[in-house]
């Protein structure tokens, strides 16, 4: 455990935890759009932006991005000083300029006191602000259908060459993850289209309903957590029914037998 | 051939001095990329074929070098005679048989080869008494067009190995750590980190494997000092990381060469070949316990890749983002492993530091930046090149000594150094002493050690707006305030180019970038305001004549310049021609007009008029 | 256009099958086909088992890298600081002009491809083009025009 102090309370925190983490445990609140447990963090954003000194450091303080800055001894964390606020709004006022549209970033930057970009706003600006979440959870599963291609602010995301990918399942973990809303699919009966990609969504075996399942989730479930060959053939209600009926015959025959 | 010992070295170096001594004449051909281009190969090559009718006592093909640069590249191709060193600049390959049959064979000197000098008009016969030579000092371009890069046996010959030979045989990898953190050498690639300090750091991690990598990226546009060195004197980076990869106890390392080099990656790789061949690569080094071996990673075009984390994503093969790092790379760098990375001109000053000394080294420059820098002067200056001067020398100095002024003798006004991450600073700084510190101190830096030098008729609010038009391409687009921030910040300053901007935006484009600086993520970010906050500071008064008057002092920005014809025109035609727009008319030799709706401003008819007949306004 | 990748093993195997070695096999890929067709980014992939979506990226993110068809002749204009402030702008206007395109395309007769390039390391002879891997310094406006065999 190490001991801080964040906006002048001293705290405890286990060693190696990230700042971002021990601040928000303290119900302060920070935004961070690149942050998600199931990745590393990334450092994209910028937003989680904190301001750091010592005793030591005689006045002198420094600015780091909260989800990569391990917890230290000693360490006087300021969460909402005039400059880290400035940082953020600034950031958040680039975004505001870069996907005018995004809802997501409308309402942050409102909390900050920002209702309209003072920068030149990109009208076509789409709502994807690259924090990588997306490709990062792609690539954690394996699959890597989708990367960044190009750089800078021609820097988007993709499949390669803006083609249907092989590997793509078809799961959209990254519209899940994405925190502006950006990547969409259409589902339409047992059909799902992400990433220019058409697929057949599997039917419950008993009602017919769509399990939200592509054939190739199913093969990568099975094949990475050895499930029994028929547990994703039927949904949610039917199995929750089947388990019903099941008892109820145990009911039955059990009367049988008295 | 495998050097075990080092009795075997020292053979090899006098089988070299022995069979030079037969010589009575040399020819030394620069053959670095600016000589070439104004056609050395082929100098060397008429140097082959009348050698081939001729046969000369004391002088064969042999003794005819295809040198490294020697940084007089303006006056290319560059032909030195020694002993004597007589200097020829601007040969053609129709001269060799006279140089051969006058020079080589008499000794005899051509007046009409020789260099003039600017100042006084005088012919110069000698090179060390050109200027731009007589000011400097070559520790580390020593061997910069003396030796031919591509062969091993002259750099032994030269001295070369002598170092690596002490460090191995005679010295403790501590001791060798000791002596370079006590020479003072601090890194050339830009920040001026403490070379020693980083390798005692690198050897004090606990780990299986460690990494020495050597940045040869080079991507300041406007430098090629690098690029010279790692041409004109591969070996000397080689033994440098040799001898860095036995301190801190490597056995792997990487040199990272930028792929706009073609010839430095030929030559780095035959010099790794042939130390291979010899042993002094590979498994058992000099026949000692020691292995290390080196590859060459080639970068595919991004400034980027200069940062270090980016730059070791890249030689691991993949996309060159750098990633945030509160644990450094020297304890986590390569494949998460312990690396030392340097760049080429820190390496190449490790082997005369173990040969000489710590207390030698330490004696150049000044206390806080011991020894010399080298840099590519480039610009409106008259003697363009690359030098080597001690640490300490002031800007005047280099620009006015080395460099010989400001072309056509225009005022001087302002010198960039530090290429997108440093700054301009103007006449009155120009007795500031050239060192890490200073610089730094001044709002510029000493960065890899480009440096141009700027006169009247460049814009600095163009300046600037060059840099981050160059910035905005090259960022890698990984954090926000560098992506959108720096792309802000270039509108902001195009809009003063082109006559719209406001003083209020001067005051925005400060507080921009002060949070870019703070917010971004690597130090493509962090600094890349630095050329515009270094504009706004010294030449405040160009960007309000820009904003109150929209007027472009220098005559650059497009939008707030007019170009005409004056009656100097002798209607010669010439600038029809060159003319995009289609804008020029006039009967021939009779004064040609510009019709201002079709001109779109580009200067070329200015660029190509031979009588002063185009002004600008 | 059916192209002839037999040669592509060959080249990867130069470099040891190694996924680390990737950007040089990028590149001497495009040296032997002058731009990276997505079949040989494809293959690629699959022999060094790297995913497509890496192979997609790094063609993307480094500069030296096409994914279109380039000309016969590759001029490229140096934008490095000494040949800016020496009138690269001009040069690059003219060759545009003369050709027709702007930077990063190439003609439509598929001779010439103009690149605009970041410092290419020859700054004592600003300004500077490449033609073809030949350097041309000290250029002019006409000097420049006279490096391209077209009218």
Same mark, same amino acid.
């Given at each position: 455990?190490?001991?801080?102090?964040?906006?002048?309370?001293?705290?405890?925190?286990?060693?190696?935890?990230?700042?971002?983490?021990?601040?928000?445990?303290?119900?302060?609140?920070?935004?961070?759009?690149?942050?998600?447990?199931?990745?590393?963090?990334?450092?994209?954003?910028?937003?989680?932006?904190?301001?750091?000194?010592?005793?030591?450091?005689?006045?002198?303080?420094?600015?780091?991005?909260?989800?990569?800055?391990?917890? @230290?001894?000693?360490?006087?964390?300021?969460?909402?000083?005039?400059?880290?606020?400035?940082?953020?709004?600034?950031?958040?006022?680039?975004?505001?300029?870069?996907?005018?549209?995004?809802?997501?970033?409308?309402?942050?930057?409102?909390?900050?006191?920002?209702?309209?970009?003072?920068?030149?706003?990109?009208?076509?600006?789409?709502?994807?602000?690259?924090?990588?979440?997306?490709?990062?959870?792609?690539?954690?599963?394996?699959?890597?259908?989708?990367?960044?291609?190009?750089?800078?602010?021609?820097?988007?995301?993709?499949?390669?060459?803006?083609?249907?990918?092989?590997?793509?399942?078809?799961?959209?973990?990254?519209?899940?993850?994405?925190?502006?809303?950006?990547?969409?699919?259409? @589902?339409?009966?047992?059909?799902?289209?992400?990433?220019?990609?058409?697929?057949?969504?599997?039917?419950?075996?008993?009602?017919?309903?769509?399990?939200?399942?592509?054939?190739?989730?199913?093969?990568?479930?099975?094949?990475?957590?050895?499930?029994?060959?028929?547990?994703?053939?039927? %949904?949610?209600?039917?199995?929750?029914?089947?388990?019903?009926?099941?008892?109820?015959?145990?009911?039955?025959?059990?009367?049988?037998?008295? | 051939?495998?050097?075990?010992?080092? +009795?075997?070295?020292?053979?090899?170096?006098?089988?070299?001095?022995?069979?030079?001594?037969?010589?009575?004449?040399?020819?030394?051909?620069c053959?670095g990329t600016g000589c070439l281009a104004n056609g050395a190969q082929a100098i060397?090559?008429e140097?082959?074929?009348?050698?081939?009718?001729?046969?000369?006592?004391?002088?064969?093909?042999?003794?005819?070098?295809?040198?490294? %640069?020697?940084g007089f590249c303006e006056q290319g191709p560059l032909?030195?005679?020694?002993?004597?060193?007589?200097?020829y600049t601007k040969v053609k390959t129709s001269q060799?048989?006279?140089?051969?049959?006058?020079?080589?064979?008499?000794?005899?000197?051509?007046e009409r080869l020789l260099f003039t000098n600017p100042v006084d008009g005088q012919k110069?016969?000698?090179?060390?008494?050109?200027?731009f030579?007589?000011?400097?000092?070559?520790?580390?371009?020593?061997?910069?067009?003396?030796?031919?890069?591509?062969?091993?046996?002259?750099?032994?010959?030269?001295?070369?190995?002598?170092?690596?030979?002490?460090?191995?045989?005679?010295?403790?990898?501590?001791?060798?750590?000791?002596?370079?953190?006590?020479?003072?050498?601090?890194?050339?690639?830009?920040?001026?980190?403490?070379?020693? +300090?980083?390798?005692?750091?690198?050897?004090?991690?606990?780990?299986?494997?460690?990494?020495?990598?050597?940045?040869?990226?080079?991507?300041?546009p406007g430098a090629f000092?690098? +690029?010279?060195?790692?041409?004109?004197?591969?070996?000397?980076?080689?033994?440098?990381?040799?001898?860095?990869?036995?301190?801190?106890?490597?056995?792997?390392?990487?040199?990272?060469?930028?792929?706009e080099?073609?010839?430095?990656?030929?030559?780095?790789?035959?010099?790794?070949?042939?130390?291979?061949?010899?042993?002094?690569?590979?498994?058992?080094?000099?026949?000692?316990?020691?292995?290390?071996?080196? +590859?060459?990673?080639?970068?595919?075009?991004?400034?980027?890749?200069?940062?270090?984390?980016?730059?070791?994503?890249?030689?691991?093969?993949?996309?060159?983002?750098?990633?945030?790092?509160?644990?450094?790379?020297?304890?986590?760098?390569?494949?998460?492993?312990?690396?030392?990375?340097?760049?080429?001109?820190?390496?190449?000053?490790?082997?005369?530091?173990?040969?000489?000394?710590?207390?030698?080294?330490?004696?150049?420059?000044?206390?806080?930046?011991?020894?010399?820098?080298?840099?590519s002067l480039v610009g409106k200056v008259r003697n363009t090149g690359l030098?080597?001067?001690?640490?300490?020398?002031?800007?005047?100095?280099?620009i006015f000594?080395?460099g010989g002024g400001i072309i056509d003798d225009r005022p001087f006004k302002a010198v960039q150094?530090?290429?997108?991450?440093?700054?301009c600073?103007?006449?009155?700084?120009?007795?500031?002493?050239?060192?890490?510190?200073?610089?730094?101190?001044?709002?510029?830096?000493?960065?890899?050690?480009g440096m141009i030098v700027m006169d009247d008729l460049t814009c600095m609010v163009d300046v600037a707006r060059y840099f981050?038009e160059f910035?905005?391409k090259?960022?890698?687009?990984?954090?926000?305030?560098?992506?959108?921030?720096?792309?802000?910040?270039?509108?902001?300053v195009q809009?003063v180019c082109a006559g719209q901007?406001?003083?209020?935006?001067?005051?925005?484009?400060?507080?921009?970038?002060?949070?870019?600086?703070?917010?971004?993520?690597?130090?493509?970010?962090?600094?890349?305001?630095?050329?515009?906050?270094?504009t706004?500071?010294?030449f405040?008064?160009e960007?309000?004549e820009h904003?109150?008057h929209r007027r472009c002092p220098a005559g650059v920005c497009r939008d707030l310049i007019i170009y005409t014809i004056n009656e100097k025109c002798t209607g010669c035609g010439a600038c029809v021609k060159p003319c995009a727009d289609v804008a020029i008319t006039g009967e021939k030799k009779k004064l040609h007009v510009i019709d201002q709706d079709k001109c779109t401003q580009c200067g070329a008819c200015m660029a190509v008029c031979n009588f002063d007949a185009v002004e600008v306004h | 256009?059916?192209?002839?990748?037999?040669?592509?093993?060959?080249?990867?195997?130069?470099?040891?099958?190694?996924?680390?070695?990737?950007?040089?096999?990028?590149?001497?890929?495009?040296?032997?086909?002058?731009?990276?067709?997505?079949?040989?980014?494809?293959?690629?992939?699959?022999?060094?088992?790297?995913?497509?979506?890496?192979?997609?990226?790094?063609?993307?993110?480094?500069?030296?890298?096409?994914?279109?068809?380039r000309g016969k002749n590759i001029v490229k204009v140096c934008l490095g600081t000494a040949c800016h402030i020496r009138g690269a702008r001009l040069i690059q206007d003219q060759l545009e002009h003369k050709l027709g395109i702007s930077a990063g395309e190439t003609t439509s007769d598929s001779e010439y491809t103009l690149e605009a390039v970041a410092c290419v390391g020859a700054c004592a002879m600003a300004p500077v083009v490449i033609v073809n891997e030949k350097y041309h310094g000290s250029l002019n406006v006409n000097k420049a025009a006279k490096l391209l065999k077209r009218k």
């Amino acid at each position: 455990m190490v001991t801080l102090t964040i906006n002048g309370k001293q705290i405890k925190a286990p060693a190696g935890e990230m700042l971002l983490e021990t601040i928000r445990r303290q119900d302060i609140e920070i935004p961070a759009l690149c942050h998600h447990a199931a990745v590393e963090p990334f450092g994209a954003c910028r937003l989680c932006t904190v301001e750091i000194t010592r005793q030591s450091w005689d006045g002198w303080k420094n600015y780091v991005t909260s989800c990569l800055f391990p917890v @230290e001894e000693g360490l006087i964390v300021q969460t909402h000083s005039s400059e880290v606020t400035r940082i953020r709004c600034t950031i958040l006022d680039l975004l505001l300029a870069s996907s005018p549209n995004s809802r997501v970033i409308q309402d942050l930057a409102s909390e900050y006191g920002i209702l309209a970009s003072s920068y030149v706003v990109d009208a076509a600006g789409d709502d994807c602000i690259l924090c990588g979440l997306c490709t990062r959870v792609c690539s954690e599963l394996g699959m890597n259908a989708i990367a960044t291609v190009e750089r800078g602010r021609l820097k988007k995301v993709d499949t390669p060459f803006s083609e249907p990918s092989a590997s793509c399942i078809g799961c959209t973990i990254c519209a899940q993850v994405c925190p502006t809303g950006h990547i969409r699919f259409e @589902e339409r009966g047992l059909k799902r289209k992400i990433w220019y990609k058409e697929f057949k969504l599997i039917a419950c075996s008993e009602c017919g309903r769509s399990l939200k399942l592509t054939p190739e989730m199913k093969q990568y479930f099975s094949e990475r957590q050895q499930l029994p060959e028929d547990y994703l053939e039927q %949904c949610a209600d039917c199995k929750q029914k089947q388990t019903v009926d099941r008892f109820n015959r145990i009911i039955d025959r059990s009367e049988e037998v008295i | 051939m495998c050097i075990k010992n080092s +009795r075997q070295l020292k053979q090899v170096q006098r089988d070299f001095l022995t069979r030079d001594k037969q010589f009575t004449r040399k020819a030394l051909i620069c053959c670095g990329t600016g000589c070439l281009a104004n056609g050395a190969q082929a100098i060397v090559d008429e140097f082959r074929i009348v050698m081939k009718k001729k046969r000369i006592t004391g002088f064969s093909f042999e003794a005819v070098r295809s040198t490294g %640069c020697h940084g007089f590249c303006e006056q290319g191709p560059l032909v030195i005679i020694e002993p004597e060193g007589i200097f020829y600049t601007k040969v053609k390959t129709s001269q060799v048989t006279d140089i051969i049959d006058t020079t080589i064979r008499k000794g005899v000197v051509i007046e009409r080869l020789l260099f003039t000098n600017p100042v006084d008009g005088q012919k110069i016969t000698h090179y060390p008494e050109v200027d731009f030579f007589t000011h400097q000092q070559r520790i580390v371009l020593r061997n910069l067009g003396k030796i031919a890069p591509h062969d091993i046996k002259e750099y032994i010959g030269n001295g070369g190995y002598a170092a690596l030979d002490k460090a191995l045989r005679r010295m403790q990898p501590q001791e060798v750590i000791d002596e370079i953190s006590r020479s003072g050498l601090r890194g050339r690639g830009g920040g001026g980190f403490s070379t020693g +300090r980083k390798w005692q750091t690198c050897a004090d991690v606990e780990s299986e494997m460690r990494y020495v990598v050597c940045n040869g990226d080079e991507g300041d546009p406007g430098a090629f000092m690098d +690029r010279s060195i790692m041409e004109g004197d591969p070996h000397a980076v080689l033994e440098g990381m040799i001898i860095a990869a036995y301190a801190v106890g490597a056995n792997q390392g990487y040199i990272y060469v930028r792929e706009e080099y073609p010839l430095a990656v030929i030559h780095v790789q035959k010099a790794i070949e042939d130390c291979r061949e010899i042993g002094l690569l590979g498994k058992n080094i000099f026949g000692t316990e020691f292995s290390f071996d080196i +590859r060459i990673a080639r970068g595919a075009g991004a400034f980027v890749c200069g940062e270090s984390s980016a730059l070791m994503k890249s030689v691991a093969g993949e996309v060159g983002e750098p990633r945030a790092k509160y644990i450094r790379s020297v304890v986590k760098g390569l494949y998460d492993q312990p690396t030392v990375l340097n760049n080429v001109e820190t390496y190449a000053n490790v082997p005369i530091i173990i040969d000489k000394g710590a207390n030698w080294y330490c004696k150049i420059g000044t206390p806080k930046s011991a020894g010399t820098k080298v840099f590519s002067l480039v610009g409106k200056v008259r003697n363009t090149g690359l030098i080597e001067v001690p640490m300490g020398i002031t800007l005047r100095r280099i620009i006015f000594d080395v460099g010989g002024g400001i072309i056509d003798d225009r005022p001087f006004k302002a010198v960039q150094t530090g290429g997108p991450s440093g700054g301009c600073l103007p006449d009155s700084m120009l007795d500031l002493p050239v060192d890490f510190d200073t610089l730094t101190a001044n709002g510029s830096m000493m960065g890899s050690g480009g440096m141009i030098v700027m006169d009247d008729l460049t814009c600095m609010v163009d300046v600037a707006r060059y840099f981050l038009e160059f910035l905005v391409k090259e960022s890698c687009g990984k954090c926000v305030p560098c992506r959108e921030g720096l792309y802000q910040l270039h509108g902001l300053v195009q809009k003063v180019c082109a006559g719209q901007g406001s003083e209020q935006d001067l005051d925005r484009m400060e507080q921009l970038s002060e949070v870019i600086v703070r917010g971004s993520l690597c130090g493509l970010g962090q600094s890349g305001p630095n050329p515009l906050l270094s504009t706004l500071k010294y030449f405040r008064e160009e960007y309000l004549e820009h904003i109150l008057h929209r007027r472009c002092p220098a005559g650059v920005c497009r939008d707030l310049i007019i170009y005409t014809i004056n009656e100097k025109c002798t209607g010669c035609g010439a600038c029809v021609k060159p003319c995009a727009d289609v804008a020029i008319t006039g009967e021939k030799k009779k004064l040609h007009v510009i019709d201002q709706d079709k001109c779109t401003q580009c200067g070329a008819c200015m660029a190509v008029c031979n009588f002063d007949a185009v002004e600008v306004h | 256009m059916c192209q002839d990748f037999s040669r592509l093993p060959e080249i990867i195997a130069r470099h040891r099958q190694s996924s680390e070695s990737l950007i040089m096999i990028l590149q001497d890929i495009q040296q032997e086909y002058h731009y990276l067709p997505p079949e040989a980014l494809t293959l690629t992939a699959e022999t060094l088992a790297v995913p497509l979506s890496k192979v997609a990226s790094i063609a993307t993110f480094y500069n030296s890298f096409s994914l279109k068809p380039r000309g016969k002749n590759i001029v490229k204009v140096c934008l490095g600081t000494a040949c800016h402030i020496r009138g690269a702008r001009l040069i690059q206007d003219q060759l545009e002009h003369k050709l027709g395109i702007s930077a990063g395309e190439t003609t439509s007769d598929s001779e010439y491809t103009l690149e605009a390039v970041a410092c290419v390391g020859a700054c004592a002879m600003a300004p500077v083009v490449i033609v073809n891997e030949k350097y041309h310094g000290s250029l002019n406006v006409n000097k420049a025009a006279k490096l391209l065999k077209r009218k």
